[in-house]
């Protein structure tokens, strides 16, 4: 069972779609937290999000990403993703790899600060 705590929201200084996941992630939860980005992205015409992954936790075998990442490439679709993780971890590095095979523009960060420079700059 997932114990997750999602919130998202708007920057509109900066047309910036910010959200964070919290917790403990099943493979589906992460399908629907990038379902839940793309739907607030469309919402508010904005194709950058930055989403702070940094306290979540990967509650999936990593051999799940590949029956993950199709779904969630569908989603992030025409979009550029900055990803917090903190530090680098494995699952996320995978994660990273794997959506860039999918031909989405994402990169991953150590700290908030320098993922909304580079996601505002781009």
């Known amino acids: 069972m997932s114990v997750l705590s999602t919130s998202i ?6 047309s910036l779609i910010l959200m964070t996941v919290r917790g403990k992630a099943g493979a589906e939860d992460v399908v629907n937290a990038y379902k839940a980005a793309k739907a607030y992205s469309e919402q508010h015409g904005s194709k950058k999000v930055l989403i702070d992954v940094s306290e979540l936790e990967h509650k999936f075998a990593a051999i ?3 029956n993950v990442m199709p779904k969630v490439a569908h989603y992030l679709t025409n979009m550029q993703i900055a990803r917090v993780v903190g530090f680098e971890g494995y699952m996320h590095d995978l994660f990273l790899q794997k959506v860039k095979r999918f031909g989405i523009h994402a990169e991953n960060f150590e700290c908030f600060k320098t993922a909304k420079e580079w996601l505002s700059n781009a």
Do not use: K, S
């Not at 929201?9 to 900066?14: S, V």
């Open 9 to 14: 929201t708007y920057d509109q200084t900066t």
């Open 64 to 66: 799940d990403i590949v």
